[in-house]
């Protein structure tokens, strides 16, 4: 289950291209500034592969917050860093205060809920990364007593990292296409994600039915 977690949440930022790739007339710029974004965290996903398989878990929890920001993980924190910057400024280029009509129609003053769809998806993004990126550098010592617990816990908190990141990357893929200009039968990916928000709290509700 957590390694499945932790594998959808490296490729995230390729989900994120994709999508970007399928709405990037709409996106215009946008879209562009923000595939380089995802490319940027991909690597950084690879650099945190290698970091960590070849680095000890439990000795991270001995290394201060200085000491773990060498080599690779200087790396990585830029990158991810970078990536985040990319793409808020993907999400925030050519955003113009109309929503999106249909070809021929007239632009119409953008609605709050649009608004706030987009923002709201551009702090769950930068949370999620701000988070990802912090748990890094968590430190995980539970002694020489335990030292399998602590790589146990340390694998744990690898895959919450991995899985906050991916989140955060996708998010703001989603914040880059949302409210954007439509070209052909392409749906409005603010649109799917409400519906799947409520479906999800739909299928939520019934389990516990069930289970009462």
Known sequence: MFRILELVGLLAPAAG?????????GAAGGAWVGI???LLALLASGIGIADTRLAAVGS??????????????????????LAVALLLTGASAGRRRTV???????AAPAGPTANRTVTALMITGVALSLI??????????????????TTIIGLLMETVEFALLG??????????????PLSGSLP???????????GAHR????FHERRG
């Open 36 to 38: 380089v974004g995802c």
């Open 188 to 198: 409005d990916p603010g649109d799917w994600l409400k519906r799947s928000a409520v």
């Open 60 to 81: 991270l929890g001995e290394a201060s917050f200085g000491e773990q920001l060498t080599g690779w993980t200087v790396g990585r924190f830029v990158l991810l860093t």
């Open 100 to 106: 999106r009509t249909s070809p021929g129609s007239a």
């Open 167 to 180: 989140g955060g990357v996708f998010a703001l893929c989603l914040a880059i296409v949302t409210d954007r």
């Open 203 to 206: 299928l939520y509700r019934q």
């Open 132 to 149: 990802g990126i912090v748990v890094q550098f968590v430190p995980i010592d539970l002694g020489v007593d335990h030292e399998r617990l």
């Open 17 to 25: 291209i994709v999508l970007l790739v399928i709405y990037r007339r």
